[in-house]
């Protein structure tokens, strides 16, 4: 009985880990991308059909005086 207990928890804690594992690699993996660059407060496509258009820019209007 105790040894099927044992065996369950490792076997849990070897799967935490492995999946705990594969988190970290996509996160090292993915490649960051340049906010704030060239004075945007977006993403600038680099490349395609699209190339040079600023995403996600928000701009703020002055107040009226």
């Known amino acids: 009985m105790t040894i099927d207990w044992n065996k369950k ?3 849990q804690h070897t799967a935490l880990k492995q999946h705990e594992a ?3 690699a996509i996160v090292r993996a993915r490649k960051e ?3 704030n660059g060239g004075g945007t407060n977006g993403y600038r496509i680099k490349q395609g ?3 040079g258009t600023v995403l996600a820019h928000t701009t703020r209007r002055p107040p009226a005086i």
Request: hydrophobic share 50%; no cysteine; charged share 40%.
């Open 9 to 11: 928890m490792m076997e």
């Open 22 to 24: 594969v988190d970290r």
């Open 33 to 35: 991308v340049e906010i």
């Open 49 to 51: 059909e699209h190339a």
